[in-house]
């Protein structure tokens, strides 16, 4: 992308310089040309002028204007800051022409004609700011869809990996034969089982489809999913969870906290400690934190079997909040404990 980029760039100056010493050679043409006369050319004020407060007038929009108005779709503002550029870039050409070239100049003995000459330096360099613009919208769409490109291809993986961490025949055996004891102990209770089993497997495949989801259903597939652990391994406080704070208008992307309560279960099943697991999320304006501490071997729990690797979780978190959120997971004292926090999405998409 930097290297494709840098080459537009190039070709672009390449082209406009080519073009400048086509004009004055052919404005020229009647004098005898040679190395003399190119010389000349080059170190002619017209030159200096013509590139020099350009070169400055083009980065300074490309840098500024795109990025602070253009992104933003501030045009109004893109307009006022552009004129502004256009003005400076031909106050700019005067004084380079005074600096390098003295104050004897013609043009400088009237102020009309300082005028004329800064007004069409002005004019030159809205060309050159109205290129730059586009330029960087180019650039900035191209990199944009290079993300989404990425995006699309991380998510598919995640997705892939998710249903194959959902439907571990392991724990679908194990829930199963727990729901057929149940049947005959407990009829109540297994009602409650296989609800909470149709629950997770209904929002897993079928309602994480979307690139976000409100931030409760997370959190309520969440409370399923360790309610639903609670009763599989029938320990009331086997794994302990707690909620700050509303999620009322908040979305966020779908299994984004589910993965890793889900791989703290997975290690934890050797443990038959009260305690074993503990989570909590504090909501904090679009502020989410996430805390999850579970007991383990630490050198089993870089990777899940079958499961969501650490590693494919930090790619797709890099891709879907690109500056808007902190992970941090290792081993500590014996426990396994994994930190997040990102910033959520306050509208639907």
């Known amino acids: ?10 070709g672009y100056w390449i082209l406009y310089c080519l073009l400048l010493m086509l004009l004055l050679v052919i404005g020229r043409l009647p004098d005898r040309l040679g190395w003399t006369v190119a010389g000349a050319l080059l170190r002619s004020p ?18 500024i204007l795109g990025p602070r108005f253009l992104a933003r779709r501030r ?16 106050a700019l050409g005067l004084l380079v022409l005074y600096v390098f070239f003295g104050g004897r100049q013609p043009v400088f003995s009237s102020g009309s004609e300082m005028l004329a000459l800064a007004l069409s330096l ?17 650039a900035d769409w191209y990199r944009d869809l290079k993300v989404k490109e990425a995006l699309s291809r991380k998510t598919h993986d995640m997705e892939l990996a998710l249903v194959r961490a959902r439907l571990d025949p ?30 997770i497997m209904r929002f897993v495949l079928y309602e994480a489809k979307g690139d976000l989801i409100p931030l409760a259903s997370e959190l309520e597939y969440i409370d399923k999913y360790i309610a639903l652990e609670r009763l599989r391994t029938r320990r009331a406080h086997y794994a302990t969870h707690q909620v700050i704070g509303q999620p009322d208008g908040l979305w966020i992307a779908p299994m984004t906290l589910i993965p890793f309560i889900e791989n703290a279960f997975k290690h934890t099943e050797d443990c038959k400690e009260d305690g074993a697991i503990t989570s909590r999320i504090a909501i904090e304006g679009r502020r989410v934190r996430f805390e999850c501490v579970n007991a383990c071997a630490p050198a089993r729990q870089t990777v899940a079997p079958g499961g969501i690797g650490q590693t494919l979780i930090r790619q797709r978190l890099a891709l879907l ?15 396994y404990r994994v930190s997040l926090t990102i910033e959520s999405a306050e509208s639907s998409p």
Do not use: K, Q, W
Request: with cysteine; aromatic share 8%; hydrophobic share 55%.
């Open 321 to 335: 909040y690109p500056g808007r959120h902190l992970l941090e997971a290792g081993a500590e004292g014996g426990r």
């Open 46 to 63: 017209i030159v200096v002028l013509a590139i020099v407060p350009n070169v400055v007038a083009f980065y300074t929009s490309y840098g």
């Open 122 to 138: 002005a004019a030159l360099a809205a060309i050159h700011v109205t290129i730059a613009v586009v330029l960087r919208g180019f």
């Open 75 to 90: 045009f109004a503002a893109l307009a006022s800051a552009a004129m502004t550029i256009c003005l400076a870039t031909g």
């Open 170 to 199: 392991h724990f679908l055996f194990n829930t199963l034969n727990n729901l057929d004891v149940l049947i005959s102990r407990d009829p109540a209770v297994a009602s409650e089982y296989l609800n909470r089993l149709s629950d």
């Open 1 to 10: 992308m930097r290297t494709a980029v840098a080459a537009l760039h190039a």
